[in-house]
Nanobody, 120 residues
């Protein structure tokens, strides 16, 4: 099995910055895509950004130019640097990883979520 543990959420004023981290652990054989998703109250979960093991990235239009995803493959860790935060970025942020472990084939795994609150 694979476990994802996030950290780094919190409260910040508009225009501020936060950095999220997510580390995958377990009997991992390989991780291809890792990413961040978010869910605001009353809304569906949406993709924020993803990154492949080779470093190719994809961003939602709403965060392009403000958020940066990065990854340390040796540590099975993905980061999300969030700058110029806006109140509409307020949500629970979830880490996601598509991984293969000793006991399972490729599966999508989710972290427990971390709250990001941006006040105006």
């Amino acid at each position: 099995q694979v476990q994802l543990v996030e950290s780094g959420g919190g409260s910040v004023q508009a225009g501020g910055s936060l950095r999220l981290s997510c580390r995958a652990s377990g009997s991992i054989l390989s991780i291809n895509v890792m990413g961040w998703y978010r869910q605001a109250p009353g809304k569906q979960r949406e993709m924020v950004t993803t990154i492949t093991s080779g470093g190719s990235t994809n961003y939602a239009d709403s965060v392009k130019g403000r958020f940066t995803i990065s990854r340390d493959n040796a540590k099975n860790t993905v980061y999300l640097q969030m700058n110029s935060l806006k109140p509409e970025d307020t949500a629970v942020y979830y880490c996601n990883a598509n991984a293969r472990s000793v006991s399972t084939n490729w599966n999508a795994y989710w972290g427990q979520g971390t709250q990001v609150t941006v006040s105006s």
